[in-house]
């Protein structure tokens, strides 16, 4: 009987090193992280805005069309600004140009079930397979029902057009990086905000353009949603307590929040009615995971520019009778003490960027 196992001690004790780029549509962050054993400590990390908003805090149509090399330059600068030195980097794609679901399918052996993977990934991928970088992960087996013959598994697809994958591995080489990992937004936010946490959570991000809703339930993201309503729209709905000055209201939501007077409410609806949209489709996404695998969700985590605002996370608990809590992906990072304050603060904006420099 073998009682030994080969560890591979100077692979335990090796530090390394990994570059986390998450470019996003209003900027660029970056996070270094050093990894030794199963600790991450945090060398540096850094952010370059892509553009400014108008007075309406519209963004600036060409923005959303910036060339590879304008990208790549704001990197190149970034990392001279932040002494960021490590090569191999990870990336980012945004929820809204990939896509992802998790199937159930019969666990068959390893040549079928990579057939019948690409199969059922046509039913559900809205390209030409031709057109996408496919990837599959076993997320779960489930037991074998009494009676039958067959175990079922769960599979997570995830797909990227290449298009896209082109655009990012373009930008990587113009800005001198070695990107060795291009993921969906989705999962290195989960993996910095839900490490370590069995039980299903909810991470809402609440981003510039849009709020990105994702299950993870034992550790893998089981469901990922794009809902319209975005930290853009919650700024804009504070117009009215400001006369229509944008940047006042931008001002008004990070100093006052959901914190008012009922007097200051009665100006405010269209900041509740806002907020109120978003719960309801947190509620619908809750349910529809609950029907789905009859697991209720834990807690939520509120992630991305807008999870700060004071009163949010209390709002969120008050009306969906469960814990809320800001995110804070830099938890458990080692890094000096006097900058505890400043990373609890923009946390909430640099959970994918600290996901991805935590990949292995």
């Excluded at 914190?259 to 509740?272: H, L, R, S």
């Excluded at 999870?307 to 830099?330: C, H, Q, R, T, W």
């Excluded at 994918?352 to 935590?358: C, E, I, P, S, T």
């Amino acid at each position: 009987m073998k009682l030994t196992q080969k560890i591979n001690f100077l692979e335990l004790f090796r530090e390394h090193t990994f570059l986390g780029v998450d470019i996003g549509t209003s900027s660029i962050k970056i996070v270094q992280l050093t990894r030794k054993g199963s600790k991450y400590k945090l060398d540096t990390y850094g952010e370059i805005h892509l553009f400014s908003r108008g007075d309406a805090g519209e963004f600036e149509e060409a923005s959303l069309r910036v060339l590879d090399d304008q990208v790549a330059d704001l990197i190149i600068k970034i990392i001279k600004e932040s002494g960021a030195e490590a090569k191999k980097t990870a990336m980012s794609v945004p929820v809204f140009s990939s896509f992802s679901t998790v199937i159930e399918m019969l666990d068959l052996s390893k040549n079928e079930l990579k057939k019948a993977i690409e199969f059922q990934a046509r039913q559900y991928i809205p390209v030409p397979m031709d057109q996408v970088s496919l990837s599959s992960t076993i997320i779960e087996r489930e037991k074998k029902e009494e009676g039958s013959k067959v175990n079922k598994i769960q599979v997570l697809l995830v797909a990227i057009p290449n298009e896209v994958k082109s655009k990012y591995s373009n930008i990587s080489m113009l800005s001198g990086v070695d990107l060795v990992a291009l993921e969906m937004e989705t999962f290195p936010m989960a993996r910095s905000i839900a490490k370590g946490i069995k039980s299903p959570v909810l991470i809402i991000d609440v981003g510039s353009k849009s709020t990105n809703y994702c299950i993870v339930d034992n550790g893998f993201v089981r469901l990922s949603h794009n809902y319209d309503i975005s930290g853009v729209a919650i700024t804009k709905a504070f117009l009215k307590i400001t006369q229509g000055d944008y940047k006042k209201a931008e001002e008004l939501k990070k100093a006052m929040g959901l914190k008012m007077t009922p007097a200051q409410k009665e100006d405010a609806k269209d900041v509740f009615r806002t907020i109120d949209g978003v719960l309801a489709e947190t509620e619908r996404i809750m349910n529809v995971y609950f029907n789905k695998s009859n697991h209720r969700i834990s807690e939520v985590f509120l992630s991305g520019g807008s999870a700060n605002m004071l009163g949010l996370s209390e709002y969120f608990e008050e009306k969906l009778k469960i814990k809320a809590s800001v995110a804070d992906p830099f938890s458990g990072l080692i890094y000096p003490e006097e900058l505890q304050k400043t990373l609890k603060n923009i946390g909430p904006s640099f959970s994918v960027a600290v996901g991805l420099a935590m990949r292995r």
